[in-house]
């Protein structure tokens, strides 16, 4: 079967750093998304792993580790503007497919 | 670069009927895969579209059913309404299918309301 765990709620003090977890077994792994999805509105792109190791972009960062199954998305330097709901998605089967399966999200609330 | 649209925004329909939504993808993308939210489930696989064909399909029954024009373009069919079938459609496209860093870009959604 197709699982992906991250944790329902977090919430964190602007200005400083969270991480929200990301635990899956699937059915074949063509690489991990991050999407950051504001209430009301379309999800959208953070980041991309498909090797093991950290991905940094700006604020934001991902890691992988295959073999655990396992990912995170650090979020650094809190803003308000940060709370929002964090979903984690793995793209399965072959490498010819665009089908990604996502976790139930993360809801950060950032407080002052 | 114009984003991904979809239209309508919102749609109200009743039980038993039918209803059809739009997805316009980002220019030059030629894949578009369609998805389902809803705050008990999150975000579900409904298909994914690939020059003019069904390439990959969800756990969902045959009531929901898509198609792909030759401008990339792709609509939705929903038939026979049920009052679950209430929640958040998701388009997003991208330039290929699968493949690495090949990201999907989500459209706004069309938020359908099945009384």
């Known amino acids: 079967g197709q699982n992906i765990d991250q944790p329902t709620e977090m919430t964190a003090t602007e200005g400083a750093i969270v991480q929200i977890n990301c635990t899956y077994q699937?059915?074949?792994?063509?690489?991990l998304f991050w999407y950051q999805q504001h209430a009301g509105e379309a999800p959208t792109f953070l980041s991309y792993?498909?090797?093991?190791g950290l991905e940094e972009k700006g604020r934001f960062s991902s890691f992988l580790s295959r073999s655990k199954g396992y990912s995170y998305l650090l979020l650094k330097e809190l803003q308000m503007k940060d709370s929002a709901s964090y979903l984690c998605a793995v793209r399965t089967g072959s490498s010819n497919t665009g089908k990604l399966i996502f976790g139930q999200g993360t809801t950060l609330q950032v407080k002052p | 670069k114009a984003g991904v649209t979809q239209t309508p925004r919102y749609l109200i329909k009743t039980r038993g009927q039918q209803v059809t939504l739009s997805c316009s993808p980002i220019s030059g993308h030629r894949s578009v895969s369609w998805y389902q939210q809803t705050p008990g489930q999150g975000l579900q696989f409904l298909f994914e579209?690939?020059?003019?064909?069904?390439?990959n399909k969800g756990n969902f029954p045959g009531r929901f059913s898509g198609r792909q024009f030759s401008n990339s373009r792709s609509e939705m069919n929903v038939s026979t309404l049920e009052l679950g079938d209430s929640a958040l459609y998701l388009c997003?496209?991208?330039?290929?299918?699968?493949?690495?860093?090949?990201?999907?870009?989500f459209g706004p959604g069309t938020r359908l309301t099945v009384l």
């Open positions: 792993n498909v090797l093991d």
């Open positions: 699937t059915s074949g792994f063509n690489g």
């Open positions: 579209y690939f020059s003019e064909t069904q390439r």
């Open positions: 997003a496209s991208s330039l290929k299918m699968g493949g690495a860093y090949n990201e999907q870009f």
